[in-house]
């Protein structure tokens, strides 16, 4: 089980202007966090709460389906292309660049023990693609389009680049080369995988992109690329349980929610670093800046401003101001305890300025580095949560990732809002529409033509 430890955040720590009295602040919102708990989970089998996600550990169905298709599929393809953007891909890229071996991509096909190579094509930058396109060989990739709504305008030029190019070189074989992620009923890629006989996997019902990792959106990369989803969903499971746990003293999500939301309206704290100290763990970050963001950030100007960090890496880029600069952020590490290698630093500049590092592993300085920088900060009064894992594997990695999807939740309904719509996204793919000549956007055109012209 991973653990938070919140002390760095106590006013005994960092002084009553900047801390909180955790013990004194958990007793007073203990009934509210208890009815939040207990509402989030009353609700989340409603159609129409955006609360499926919450469900998808127990989805053997699609852990069956997906492992059953992995194994199908094993050692046709030398290559996975995932066709996606924001919430298709974010959750993907974080789990695979966590528990794959490092440097993947670049491992002899011996060394990945016959298993793909696995791309994610996450932006629309022409470069970016078209150096992708003229390295892979098609011909020899799957290519899993994800989209739920199957007219996301990055997501689909992209799949009509890439069909184009695979129906050119397999003729009518190259179905057999597309597996797609779509809504279960509707939508364009619905009706073009039906047409042209697709394999596909369903994103479900009301669960938002943010929240999908767990659902066949990321399941299905997962699989492909030889990765434990039992043990994910294990973890899950096992996280779930304690996170329906009322009590706040024993929930580390609800812990973590009443932190970042007391340290926002009551102490000024309005933005949350997430700074994972393993670069296996970088695209957590991102992950988490979108789910942040996405969910808190609405319309009342209401939710802490996420920001992604890497440490040690940062701390020679973002530390400085974090120290001396605004007080206004609260500092989330993940640390991990175990690494699957240990790297010794040889004795072999002993009598110079940097001897006294000879003899010990990187695994020791980069936690050291972890835990003096937290120290710092609480030295200049800055708050701090660090969550451990004891190590990083599926298990563990499913668990925080959940953990901070149930926090997300419970963060919301402390602000009042909505943590499972997007109008502000909404309104710039409206406009995105209007732009590329989308039928039924022809008002929004004119109108963006009026304001473009007026700057």
């Known amino acids: 089980m991973i653990k938070l430890c919140c002390n760095y955040v106590d006013e005994a720590v960092i002084g009553c202007e900047n801390g909180l009295n955790i013990k004194q602040e958990f007793e007073n919102y203990k009934d509210r966090i208890a009815n939040i708990i207990s509402d989030l989970n009353k609700r989340k089998d409603k159609p129409g709460q955006w609360l499926q996600w919450m469900n998808l550990g127990y989805s053997e169905e699609t852990v069956w389906y997906v492992k059953e298709y992995a194994s199908m599929v094993q050692g046709r393809f030398e290559n996975i292309l995932v066709l996606g953007i924001g919430g298709s891909a974010l959750g993907g890229l974080a789990v695979t660049e966590a528990l794959l071996k490092p440097y993947w991509n670049l491992l002899t096909e011996e060394q990945r023990e016959g298993l793909p190579r696995i791309f994610f094509l996450d932006n629309i930058d022409p470069d970016t693609m078209t150096g992708l396109l003229n390295m892979l060989d098609l011909s020899k990739t799957l290519v899993n389009v994800i989209t739920k709504s199957g007219s996301t305008a990055e997501t689909m030029s992209q799949f009509m680049i890439v069909k184009n190019i695979l129906e050119q070189e397999l003729g009518s074989n190259y179905r057999y080369n597309i597996v797609a992620t779509t809504d279960k009923r509707t939508g364009v890629l619905r009706q073009i995988a039906e047409q042209e006989g697709y394999k596909t996997f369903v994103v479900p019902d009301d669960v938002g992109g943010r929240f999908s990792v767990f659902s066949a959106v990321g399941l299905l990369p997962f699989a492909l690329v030889g990765l434990d989803i039992d043990e994910m969903v294990n973890g899950i499971k096992d996280m779930d349980l304690a996170l329906k746990n009322t009590d706040i003293n ?137 969550i451990t894992l004891d190590k990083i594997n599926g298990y563990n990695l499913a668990q925080l ?55």
């Open 401 to 455: 990732l959940y953990m901070l999807e149930v926090q997300t939740a419970i963060t919301g309904e402390l602000y009042g809002i909505d943590a499972f719509n997007q109008p502000g996204v909404e309104q710039a793919k409206n406009y995105t529409y209007a732009l590329m000549g989308r039928a039924g956007y022809e008002e929004s055109a004119q109108e963006l033509e009026r304001k473009m012209a007026a700057v």
């Open 250 to 386: 024993e929930n580390i999500a609800a812990q973590n929610a009443l932190i970042h939301y007391l340290l926002d309206t009551q102490k000024g704290k309005n933005m949350s670093v997430m700074m994972p100290y393993s670069s296996r763990l970088k695209y957590v970050s991102d992950w988490f800046v979108q789910l942040w963001a996405e969910s808190l950030g609405k319309s009342d100007y209401v939710g802490p401003t996420p920001i992604k960090a890497l440490g040690a890496t940062d701390q020679h880029s973002q530390i400085q101001l974090y120290n001396e600069g605004p007080n206004n952020k609260v500092i989330n590490f993940i640390r991990v305890d175990e690494f699957d290698n240990t790297l010794e630093i040889p004795n072999i500049f002993e009598y110079t300025g940097i001897g006294y590092l000879g003899g010990k592993s990187v695994n020791r300085l980069l936690n050291a580095e972890a835990d003096s920088t937290r120290v710092a900060l609480t030295d200049n009064k800055r708050p701090v949560v660090t």
